[in-house]
């Protein structure tokens, strides 16, 4: 029995994890999945859907007689006596039969997810290659490294999420380290489906091409944005103008504003000789103010002294 647990487990851990979560609209399962015509991800009837990881032969033959099963209980009863816990349960003693009597055990996992009226009604269970059967409120990581992406799925789960915003922590949660190291999926290489709870009757929907595309990008983190570069003419941040004046009036050059001007002239008019009333004779003070201006002084030169224009300079 441990050998052949042994082998079901190593089967089961060779393939890639896969995620089934709770939003506000219903269930979200994510899986990864390159194939467009091998799903993982399939509809048992109006309100539950099915999911596995493991060998495709295997849990094909398992998903059919899913499908089988729940016809016929809802052909002899009702409609409404078809429902997630009573698939899980059949499951389960299918799995453990064929676990404790066949010689090959069954290298699969299941999840079988009903989604409700409301969010308190949502059921999610888990089946495993013995026939054990869990209960998961919330969220569930199944296949591979369930136990690293669980972790992950656990940090970035919260009740009431929008589907973008499940979607992002489905995919952050499959991107987890021993998960196969994939850091972003394509829309081609998940495959996507969920169960609407404002559907009626069929629930089961799955979400391809440009619908897929459209909840990547908005499930993709935005870029930083970058800083924008000061104008030249914009103010400085402690709000000094942009010619230097400060913003007390000071000019640049620390002058204050009422200080007298540079020749000397108080600002209140008084002449600088400080006779207060007297104004300064406008006549010529020198003969030079009005002589005519005149040649270069005789036995000199205008290319100035030392350079052969006149004595020479004294030794240096």
Known sequence: MRDKADY???????????????????????APNPSSALHKISEIYDRIAFAAVGRYNEYENLRKAGVTYADITGYQFDRHDVTARGIANWYAQTLGTIF????????????????GARPGDDQIYRITFDGSVTDEPGFVAFGGQADQVSAALKEGYSEGMSMSEALAAALAALSAPGN????????SQL???????????????????????????????????????????SA???????????????????????????????ADGTPA?????????????????????TGP?????????GLGGGPPSSPL
Request: hydrophobic share 30%; with cysteine; glycine share 10%.
């Open 236 to 266: 400085p941040a402690d709000g000094t103008p942009p010619d230097g004046t400060p913003p007390d009036g000071t000019p640049a050059d620390g002058t204050p504003a009422d200080s007298a001007p540079a020749d000397g002239t108080p």
């Open 191 to 233: 495959e996507v489906a969920v169960l609407d709870r404002a559907r009626e009757h069929r629930t089961f929907r799955r979400i391809r091409a440009a619908r897929l595309e459209e909840l990547l990008q908005e499930a993709r983190p935005a870029p930083a944005a970058e800083p924008e570069p000061e104008s030249a003419d």
């Open 8 to 30: 079901a487990r190593k089967g089961i851990a060779r393939g890639r994890s896969c995620v089934a979560l709770q939003y506000a609209g219903g269930i979200l399962m994510v």
């Open 273 to 293: 000789d400080g006779a207060p009333g007297t104004t300064t004779p406008s006549g010529p003070s020198s003969p030079a103010d009005t002589e005519p201006p």
């Open 180 to 187: 196969g190291e994939r850091t972003e999926f394509a829309a």
């Open 297 to 305: 002084t005789p036995g000199s030169s205008d290319r100035g002294t």
């Open 100 to 115: 404790t009597e066949s010689n090959k055990p069954f290298e699969v996992e299941i999840v079988v997810a009903e989604v």
